[in-house]
């Protein structure tokens, strides 16, 4: 009799463990959820954007940081990085610019993107360093 007892407790233990390995699993390879998909909480201009984090990165940050953005302006450059573009927007009178990073599934809509043109990038912004960053980046139809 204590020998199914404990048959039944550890046939327990092990469907606890193979339970807690797969919810662990499934997490690790959790995808993000496409951006393109995502509503906006504000469109701003990326000079407007700029200034509001030069004037005050503290209140800007806790505004925007983890939060998806709409950004409008001219595209000063076009960078390749590996598997993602980035493309930086403003307007060369500040020294900062708005880094739009975006990852392989969008890379073809940023590859048509050229320096000059103006476009309306969605992303979630991550702060600011010495420009205002962006990632999971993707072109909004205008």
């Known amino acids: 009799m204590r020998t199914g007892r404990w048959k039944i407790i550890i046939s ?3 469907v606890l463990i193979i339970t807690g390995f797969y919810f662990i699993w499934e997490q690790y390879h959790r995808k993000h959820a496409d951006t393109t998909d995502l ?7 990326a000079m407007s954007l700029i200034k509001e984090f030069e004037l005050d990165e503290k209140a800007a940050s806790q ?3 983890g939060k998806v953005i709409s950004v409008k302006g001219a595209v000063l450059k076009v960078e390749n990085n590996n598997d993602t573009r980035n493309l930086i927007l403003g307007d060369g009178s500040s ?3 708005v ?4 990852q392989p599934e969008h890379k073809s809509d940023a590859d048509k993107i ?3 043109q103006q476009i309306s990038v969605k992303g ?3 702060g600011m360093l010495l420009d205002i960053v962006m990632v999971r980046c993707v072109v909004e139809e205008n």
């Open 12 to 14: 327990v233990i092990v």
């Open 63 to 65: 505004k925007y940081n």
């Open 39 to 45: 509503t906006a909480i504000v469109r701003k201009e």
């Open 95 to 97: 020294a900062a610019g």
């Open 114 to 116: 050229i320096p000059g």
């Open 124 to 126: 979630i912004c991550t």
């Open 99 to 102: 880094i739009c990073e975006f």
